[in-house]
C-alpha cells in the first residue's frame, strides 16, 4: 500500500510545473480526471475487487489531482498515525468533498477505517459504489436519536472488530468553524468502545462548495490546503476531550488564516 513521503510526519507537495491552461482553468481539468479516476474505481467495486489497498490508491490519485492542477497540500502529524497500536475515533471540522476524498490514502496505511456519512451521499450516483464497499455507518439527519443509536450500535461493533472511524460532527459542510454546531457524538462513541480520539483541523477550502451541487464547485489553487492530526486523547472525560478538541481545531485554523 502507497504511502505518502512525509519527513518527520510532515508532508508538502513538491515543487512541479503546472501547464499554464491548467493554471487559468483548474477546475474542469481537476473535475475530468477526478469523474475519470471514481469511474474507474467504481467499475472494480462493482467486481468486488476495491479492497483496503485500493481504496488508499484512489484516494492518493485525487489528491495528485488536486496538485497536478496547483493545489499545495501540507499535511502535519502524520508521525502520530504511525504510533496508533488500535483503532480510535478521528473527529474533524468539515470543510469541503475534498477530506472525503484524500484522508484515505492518509490514514488507511496505518489503521483501517470507515466514515460515518449521510444518507445522500451514500445514495448518490456518483460516489456510492465506492462508499458502499466500505461499509460505513450511515445517517439520515432526520432523526438525531435514530442517528445517535445507529452510531453507538454498528460504531461500537466496527471499533471492536479493530477499524477506526473518521466522523464529522458538523451538520454541514461549512468554510467557518462554528463550535456551536461541532456536537460530542464522535467522544460518546469513543467513550462506548473505550477508545481514544484524534482530533483532525482540516482546512480545504480550495474546493470550494458549489451552489447547486455542493459536490461541485470552484477550486481555488491559490488556497493552501492543510490537515493536521493531534495527539489522542482519552474519552472518558467527555467535556474535556470535547474542549480539547474545538480548541486543536480553532487554534489551527486561526494560525493557517494569519499565514
Known sequence: MNKLSDINGIYNTQSRKIPLLTQILPSPFFYFRCARLIWKSSILCKQSLYGN???????????????SVGGNIEIT?????????????????HMSTLETLILPCII???????????????????FKHLIRSRDPIVIDRQNPRA???????????ILNSGRSIIIF???TRTVKFDPKQFNTIGIKLAKRAGVDVIPIAIKTDAWGNGKILKEVGVI????????????????????QAHTSII???TSNLQLWSSV
Open 53 to 67: 489497498a485500493q481504496w488508499s490508491e484512489s484516494s492518493l490519485s485525487i489528491l495528485r489531482t488536486m496538485e
Open 108 to 126: 488507511e496505511p496505518y489503521v483501517d477505517c470507515t466514515f460515518v456519512v449521510k444518507r445522500g451521499i451514500y445514495d448518490m450516483i456518483v
Open 220 to 239: 481555488d489553487t491559490s488556497k493552501k490546503i492543510n490537515i493536521t492530526f493531534g495527539n489522542p486523547i482519552q474519552s472518558d472525560n467527555q467535556n
Open 147 to 157: 442517528d445517535f443509536a445507529v452510531v453507538m450500535s454498528k460504531g461500537v461493533e
Open 247 to 249: 480548541s486543536f481545531i
Open 77 to 93: 502529524g502524520i508521525d502520530i498515525l504511525k504510533e496508533l497500536k488500535r483503532p480510535v475515533v478521528f473527529i474533524g471540522n
Open 169 to 171: 460532527p458538523q451538520a
